[in-house]
C-alpha cells in the first residue's frame, strides 16, 4: 500500500469539478460498448452464415445503440439543443468526435437491422420496392456499421480519460482495452442468451476474450495509476469493481464450461454483460470519487513538480 | 474550429510569444488582456464577488455557511465566478534567529500602521491568507478544447467565453478544466442559465466597451489588477522581488511562466503559501496535452477488437465448440 502522503489543502476542498454526470453517462459507455461488439459479432455471422446469430445481434445493437443515445441525451442540461453538437467537428473533443462516429454508424446499423426486420414483415411489403431494396442493403450496411463498431466501443474511454479527474486521467494507457474487452465480453454475452446454442462459437469466443483482456487490462491499468487507482477500491465503485470482476471472471468460465448447456450458457452470457455494465459504473464512480478528494489531484501534481525541479 | 490545439514546445526560441487570440483566428487583436492578482494585499471583503455577481447579473448561490471559515462560498462555480478564499494559519512561533517571517498581521486594530510595531509582529504566531480566485483563461485551455458544440470560444482579447445560446450543458468542460472553475449552473429555477455552463467572461462585455471588469474595478486594495498580460507580469515581478527582499521567502508568482502545463495563464497570483494551501492546483496541466497519445492508444485497442472479433469467426466456425 502507497504510505500516506502528506498535503495540505483547502479546508480539504475538491481542487478539481467532479463531473455533473449521473448514471446515463456509465449507462452510454456500456451500451455503446454492447452496440459495438454486437455489430461485429452479427458482421461475421452474416459472413460465415449463422443466421440467427446474426439476427439477435443485429437487433442486440440497434436496441443498445438507441438506449445509448438517448442516455446521451437525456444527460445534457438542455437536451433540446442537442443540435448543437452537429455544429462544428474537433478532434481536439473526445464528445465531439464519437457524436460524429455516432452519426456515421447509426444509419449503417438501421440498415442492417431494417432488413432483419423485414422478416417480420408480411409479404407485400418484404416485396415492396423499398422492401426489395432494403433487403439487398443489409449486409453491405452491417459491413459498414461493423467497420465503424470498433471505434463506436473505443472513443468513449477517451471521453473519460480527457479530463483532470485524477483517476481518469491517470488510466489513459489502458482504459481503451478495458473498455474494448468489456464490449467484447457484453456483446459475446450477449450473443450467448440472445442467440442459439448450435451458433454460439463465435460470440463464445468473443465474450471470453474480451473478458480476458478486460480483466488483464485493468490489472495492469491499476498498477500504472499510482495513488489514483485507490478510489477503484473504496466505496461504491469498489463494490461496484469487485462485482465487476467476480461476474466476468465467473461469466467466462462459465462460457467454457457450460458449453454444451443452453441454460449454463445463457447464465454465463448474463453475467458477463452485467459484469461489463458495472465495469463502466465502477470506473465512473472511481472517476467522480477521485475528483472529490483534493489528495488525488494535489500529491500526484506536486511530486510530478518535485520530480522535475531535483 | 478546434482551434487552439495544445501545441506543445510553443517557446521554440526567437519565435514571438504564443499569442491564443491569433491562434483562434483573430486577425490583428489587440494586445492580450488578463488579471494579476496580489493576494498579499487582499483584505478578503469580497467587494469583487459582489460586483461580479451585480454587473453580470449572477444569482446568489446559497447563502448558508460552509462551518469551515469566514468563506461562505466556499469555491468556484456556476453562480460564483468570483471567490474570495479565507485561510486561517497557525504558524510556529518564530525561532529566536528570525525563523520564518512573519509580515502579516493580524490587522487588528493599533495605534500604528499595522505590521510596523516590531514588539507586535514578534508575537504573531497567526495569520490570514486571502486569495480572490477566478478563471485562468488558459493559454492552452481544456474546457475550450473540449467542447463538442463550440460554446467556448476565444475572444479577441485572448480570454475563453461560454455563449450561453450555444453552450447544450453536456458538462464536458467541468471535469475538463484543471483548474475546477467551469461548473454547470444548477438553480434557482427559472435562471435563463441553469443547466448551461457558466463561468467568469473576464467582464467580455465591459473590455469591449473599453472599461475595466466589474470586479478589478471594485476591489478597494488593488489586489485585482486588470491591464495588458506583459505588462503584468512585468509588474508582478517588481512585487514578487519585492516581497521576498522583505523577508516573505514563501511569496510566489503562480501561473505567469508560459511554459507551465497551460502554457501561461491570462489570470495569474502572487501567493504568499503553496497553491494547494488556496484550493489551487499545485502543476496542473492542459488535458488535451496527452490527447495525441489517448486517440492512439484508442486506436490500438479498436484494432485490437476488430481482430480478436475476426479471431473469434476464425476460431470457432459456426457450431458448438
Ligand atoms: S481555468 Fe478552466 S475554465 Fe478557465 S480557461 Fe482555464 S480551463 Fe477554461
Ligand atoms: S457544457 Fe456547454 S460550454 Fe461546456 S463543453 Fe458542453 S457545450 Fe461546451
Ligand atoms: S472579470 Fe467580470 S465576470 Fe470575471 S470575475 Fe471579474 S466581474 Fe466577474
Redesign the interface.
Given at each position: 500500500m502507497v504510505p500516506d502522503a502528506e498535503f495540505t489543502s483547502y479546508y480539504g476542498r475538491p481542487v478539481v469539478k467532479a463531473s455533473p454526470w449521473e448514471a446515463d453517462i456509465p449507462a452510454y459507455l456500456f451500451l455503446g460498448g454492447l452496440a459495438g461488439g454486437s455489430s461485429l459479432l452479427a458482421a461475421g455471422a452474416d459472413l460465415t452464415g449463422l443466421p440467427r446469430q446474426r439476427r439477435s445481434a443485429r437487433l442486440v445493437a440497434s436496441a443498445a445503440i438507441g438506449g445509448s443515445l438517448y442516455a446521451l441525451v437525456h444527460d445534457l442540461g438542455r437536451p433540446a439543443r442537442f443540435h448543437h453538437m452537429l455544429r462544428v467537428a474537433k478532434v481536439t473533443s473526445p464528445m465531439s468526435v464519437g457524436t460524429w462516429i455516432l452519426s456515421a454508424y447509426g444509419p449503417f446499423n438501421a440498415l442492417a437491422t431494417g432488413s432483419e426486420l423485414l422478416g417480420f414483415m408480411p409479404g407485400p411489403v418484404r416485396n415492396s420496392r423499398l422492401g426489395r431494396l432494403l433487403g439487398f442493403a443489409g449486409r453491405p450496411g452491417g459491413l459498414i456499421a461493423a467497420l465503424i463498431a470498433p471505434a463506436v466501443a473505443s472513443y468513449t474511454a477517451v471521453l473519460l480519460t480527457d479530463t483532470a479527474t485524477p483517476t481518469w486521467h491517470a488510466a489513459q494507457r489502458e482504459l481503451p482495452f478495458v473498455f474494448v474487452g468489456s464490449a467484447a465480453a457484453a456483446s459475446g454475452g450477449m450473443g450467448l442468451v440472445a442467440g442459439p446454442l448450435g451458433e454460439s462459437g463465435p460470440a463464445r469466443n468473443l465474450a471470453v476474450g474480451g473478458a480476458v483482456l478486460e480483466l488483464g487490462a485493468s490489472r495492469i491499468m491499476q498498477h500504472s495509476m499510482g495513488i489514483t487507482a485507490e478510489p477503484l477500491r473504496q466505496g461504491t465503485a469498489g463494490t461496484l469493481h469487485t462485482a465487476a470482476t467476480a461476474l466476468t471472471a465467473a461469466g467466462a468460465a462459465g462460457a467454457v464450461a457450460g458449453r454444451r448447456s443452453r441454460i449454463a450458457s445463457a447464465l454465463s452470457g448474463l453475467a458477463l454483460t452485467a459484469g461489463s455494465a458495472c465495469t463502466r459504473f465502477a470506473i465512473f464512480h472511481a472517476g467522480q470519487a477521485s475528483a472529490r478528494d483534493p489528495r488525488y489531484t494535489v500529491v500526484p501534481q506536486r511530486e510530478r513538480r518535485e520530480g522535475r525541479s531535483s | 474550429?478546434?482551434r487552439?490545439?495544445f501545441s506543445p514546445g510553443t517557446g521554440d526560441t526567437g519565435t514571438a510569444p504564443f499569442d491564443p487570440a491569433r491562434d483562434a483566428g483573430h486577425t490583428d487583436p489587440p494586445p492580450r488582456k488578463g488579471f494579476f492578482t496580489d493576494t498579499s494585499v487582499c483584505i478578503g471583503c469580497k467587494a469583487c464577488e459582489v460586483a461580479c455577481k451585480e454587473w453580470n447579473a449572477v444569482p446568489e448561490d446559497g447563502i448558508a455557511l460552509?462551518g469551515?471559515?469566514y468563506d461562505n462560498t466556499?469555491?468556484l462555480?456556476g453562480s460564483t465566478w468570483r471567490h474570495v478564499?479565507f485561510?486561517e494559519q497557525q504558524l510556529p512561533a518564530p525561532a529566536p534567529d528570525g525563523g520564518r517571517p512573519d509580515t502579516v498581521d493580524l490587522g487588528m486594530p493599533t495605534a500604528t500602521l499595522p505590521g510596523a510595531d516590531p514588539e507586535h509582529r514578534e508575537h504573531a504566531d497567526f495569520r490570514w491568507l486571502m486569495e480572490s480566485d477566478v478563471c485562468k483563461h488558459c493559454t492552452h485551455a481544456?474546457c475550450l478544447?473540449?467542447?463538442?458544440?463550440?460554446?467556448l470560444f476565444r475572444t479577441e482579447f485572448g480570454t475563453v467565453v461560454v455563449q450561453d445560446d450555444?453552450?447544450?450543458?453536456?458538462?464536458?468542460c467541468?471535469?475538463?478544466?484543471?483548474?475546477?472553475?467551469?461548473?454547470?449552473r444548477?438553480g434557482p429555477a427559472g435562471d435563463p442559465a441553469?443547466?448551461?455552463?457558466q463561468k467568469c467572461t473576464l467582464c467580455y462585455d465591459r473590455l469591449s466597451d473599453g472599461m475595466e471588469p466589474a470586479c478589478a474595478k471594485a476591489c478597494p486594495t488593488q489586489s485585482i489588477q486588470f491591464g495588458d498580460l506583459d505588462e503584468l507580469r512585468e509588474r508582478a515581478q517588481g512585487r514578487l522581488d519585492m516581497l521576498v527582499e522583505s523577508g516573505e521567502t514563501t511569496a510566489q508568482l503562480y501561473g505567469h511562466d508560459p511554459d507551465n502545463g497551460v502554457g501561461g495563464t491570462g489570470a495569474f497570483f502572487l501567493l504568499l503559501d503553496?497553491p494547494?494551501?488556496?484550493?489551487?492546483?499545485?502543476?496542473?496541466v492542459v488535458?488535451?496535452k496527452?490527447?495525441p497519445?489517448?486517440?492512439r492508444?484508442?486506436?490500438?485497442?479498436?484494432?485490437?477488437?476488430?481482430g480478436?472479433?475476426?479471431?473469434?469467426?476464425i476460431?470457432?466456425?459456426?457450431?458448438?465448440?
Open positions: - | 474550429m478546434g487552439s490545439f460552509t469551515m471559515s466556499g469555491g462555480g478564499a485561510i481544456a478544447d473540449v467542447c463538442p458544440t463550440g460554446a450555444i453552450c447544450n450543458g453536456c458538462g464536458y467541468v471535469p475538463a478544466c484543471p483548474y475546477g472553475v467551469i461548473d454547470r444548477d441553469v443547466g448551461l455552463a503553496e494547494e494551501v488556496y484550493g489551487l492546483p499545485p502543476d496542473p488535458t488535451t496527452d490527447l497519445g489517448m486517440w492508444q484508442a486506436a490500438f485497442a479498436a484494432a485490437a477488437l476488430l480478436g472479433a475476426a479471431a473469434a469467426f476460431g470457432g466456425k459456426g457450431g458448438r465448440r
